[in-house]
């Protein structure tokens, strides 16, 4: 027994050691012996404390720059007689995704045989499950999904091929209703082709934006046409950047049998080519697990697909870059960005829109690095707070409400007690107007959800906070109503004091002015847990513990009409309500945010509310 356990344990740290190098073929290797490793384990329950540890110490890696997914699928022969020897030169990582549908059994002269198949596996490619019969995936079948899935399955059981964790839609035909169904029977990543964002003859596709995109839902950069050029496979490819993923769809290299999807092998060894001499990253689907948490996914899976299509329609771009307008500019966001925040070169470039090379330059230049050392902050200082740079979306998973968020309303507050962390304030996230019968969005911090001027196809231009002198910043806007709000922020040595105005520039009253306000936690370790187990809802207060109960963090808003958490988020809100504006006023509140370490939050609680926040920074 103890022999089995050590075997065990010596083939996780060899699989993890290969795993920890290149992406290509010895990484395919690793994830080979992972898998088998883990298929072994299941047989010897004492070691499963054994693989949660494993697992638990292989971090996630940031999502590099030029990270690409090449994915095969049919069984087509080629796969096995052209397209295996060209990935080998190149040591590029791929998923074959295997079907017996068409005349797979009877036809092996355009397919593969279950032999091919299983030596493709050994070479250390993944192999991924596209159904036994090619079914397409919707709502009339998705009783025998199970079935045709298992069916594959067991092929690959039966031929030493490790089980599929990933999965192809035939045809790519979706429906959501099959995504609890492949979870259940072990599926961890899915891809789809790029409809319905783009027309499936167009062969065209998105990224895939994890944490926007569910996993089971993955969509294609690009899928291969006959009538591709190499200027198309770039288009596609050139989309992995920004934290995003290109994840690209080939049937047959060539496709004797589906003349509509055949890629040429004079074609493919140029995308090759182009990848390899470009320095693009190129694996398997089941190594988006190094990158990618298959268990953080939107609860709203197709809102992303809806917001790709509008843009679309639109001929919209978006990103949504803030490039810095001068050699001053480029300095501070650089600071800000890789100093303050500790952003990768990707989080970097989805803030700037800057390349990597570009950035390096930058920051070689002006001598801005990423700190080493921990700083002890001076106990008599203010706390240390800065416009929240966007590039790294300060949600964890939790992104239905906030596709493509606006950076101008968020600003980071860092911990006293260790200042490379962080937490998030919006100030406003939105603001509510009654109107007749109906309550109308005013204003929201990001572009997916309907506001009364995205409604009438009018765009607010983007804005940035002033920073002041003391260290404070401010921001206001006056909308096409002439509805006027700002907010100013305003750091002490133990609190951050907060002011929200509305001016009614209009000749109605306004009524039902409903404040949302969000303090979002995922920058700081101690507080990220997705539970509102952790929080003390106490009109107006907001309080989040850590686990050991002995710091806290305390936000406030007068006139409270809502304190709330999100535990998917995690976030934490204390939303307020002005007073109705009459035509012509201007009214305020106040809010509050601080620290707290000691593990008496009544006394805490009740010290606050007896000081004078509410009458603004002193």
């Known amino acids: 027994m103890w022999t089995v356990r050590l075997h065990l344990l010596m083939l996780s740290q060899t699989a993890a050691c290969y795993a920890g190098k290149s992406s290509s073929y010895s990484t395919n290797l690793a994830t080979n012996m992972l898998i088998n490793y883990r298929q072994f384990a299941q ?59 068409f005349d797979f059994p009877t036809n092996k002269k355009d397919y593969m045989t279950w032999d091919e198949i299983a030596a493709l596996s050994k070479d ?31 092929q690959c059981d039966a031929h030493g091929i490790p089980r599929p964790t990933t999965f192809a839609y035939p045809g790519n035909a979706i429906t959501p209703e099959a995504m609890p169904i492949l979870k259940k029977l072990g599926i961890r990543f899915a891809r789809r082709g790029g409809s319905p964002e783009y027309e499936y003859r167009e062969g065209r596709g998105f990224a895939y934006e994890p944490g926007l995109d569910h996993p089971l839902l993955i969509p294609s950069a690009g899928d291969a046409r006959p009538d591709w050029t190499l200027e198309n496979f770039i288009v596609a490819v050139e989309q992995a950047k920004f934290g995003r993923i290109a994840v690209l769809q080939f049937h047959g290299v060539p496709d004797m049998a589906h003349s509509w999807v055949n890629t040429s092998p004079q074609n493919f060894e140029a995308y090759m080519k182009f990848l390899a001499t470009n320095h693009f990253t190129v694996i398997a689907m089941r190594d988006l697990a190094k990158y990618v948490d298959p268990e953080i996914a939107p609860s709203k899976p197709l809102n992303v697909v809806a917001d790709r299509q509008q843009s679309v329609a639109k001929k919209i771009c978006r990103d949504d870059f803030r490039k810095p307008q001068s050699e001053s500019d480029l300095r501070y966001w650089l600071t800000n960005m ?65 596709i493509r968020p606006q950076r ?102 306004l009524r039902g002015l409903v404040v949302q306000n969000c303090v979002m936690l995922k920058g700081a370790d101690e507080f990220k847990a997705t539970t509102n187990d952790n929080k003390v809802f106490r009109s107006p207060f907001v309080a989040c513990r850590n686990e050991k109960g002995n710091r806290w963090i305390i936000t406030a808003w007068e006139n409270c009409v809502r304190p ?34 000691g593990t008496d939050i009544d006394a805490e609680l009740k010290r606050i509310a007896n000081s004078d926040w509410r009458h603004g920074a002193k």
């Not at 940031?62 to 080998?88: A, C, G, N, W």
């Not at 596209?130 to 067991?154: C, F, P, W, Y």
């Not at 998030?424 to 109906?438: K, L, Y």
Request: aromatic fraction near 10%; glycine fraction near 6%; proline fraction near 7%.
């Open 338 to 402: 890789i100093v303050d925040h500790g952003f990768t070169s990707v989080e970097v470039s989805a803030a700037t829109g800057l390349s990597a090379d570009e950035i390096s330059a930058a920051a070689e230049r002006l001598s801005i690095h990423t700190p080493t050392l921990k700083t002890t902050p001076d106990p008599h200082a203010a706390l240390k707070i800065r416009p929240y740079p966007g590039g790294r979306h300060p949600r964890i998973g939790f992104l239905d409400g906030a």
């Open 408 to 509: 101008e309303t968020k600003f980071s507050v860092f911990l006293p007690w260790d200042q490379s962390q962080y937490v998030v304030a919006d100030i406003p996230e939105a603001i509510w107007v009654q109107q007749a019968d109906r309550r109308q969005l005013l204003y929201l911090a990001h572009t997916d959800v309907p506001t009364m001027w995205s409604r009438q196809n009018i765009s607010l231009q983007p804005l940035e906070w002033t920073r002041q002198q003391d260290g404070s910043l401010r921001i206001e806007r006056v909308l096409p109503n002439r509805v006027g709000f700002g907010a100013a922020i305003k750091p002490t040595h133990d609190n951050v004091r907060m002011e929200l105005w509305i001016k009614n520039g209009t000749n109605e009253t």
């Open 124 to 154: 250390g490619f993944e192999i991924g499950n596209h159904t036994r019969d090619h079914m397409g995936v919707t709502t009339a079948n998705l009783s025998k999904l199970e079935e045709q899935v298992e069916a594959i399955n067991k």
């Open 43 to 101: 047989s010897f329950a004492f070691i499963l404390p054994i693989l949660t540890m494993t697992h638990r110490l292989m971090a996630l890696e940031p999502i590099p720059e030029k990270l690409v997914v090449l994915t095969f699928d049919d069984s087509v022969k080629s796969h096995y007689t052209t397209v295996r020897p060209i990935l080998k030169k190149y040591g590029f990582g791929a998923t074959f995704f295997i079907t017996e549908g």
């Open 564 to 597: 709330w958490g999100n535990p998917p988020c995690p976030c934490m809100h204390s939303d307020p309500q002005f007073t109705d504006c009459a035509p012509g006023e201007t009214q305020r509140l106040h809010g509050w945010l601080s620290f707290f370490e």
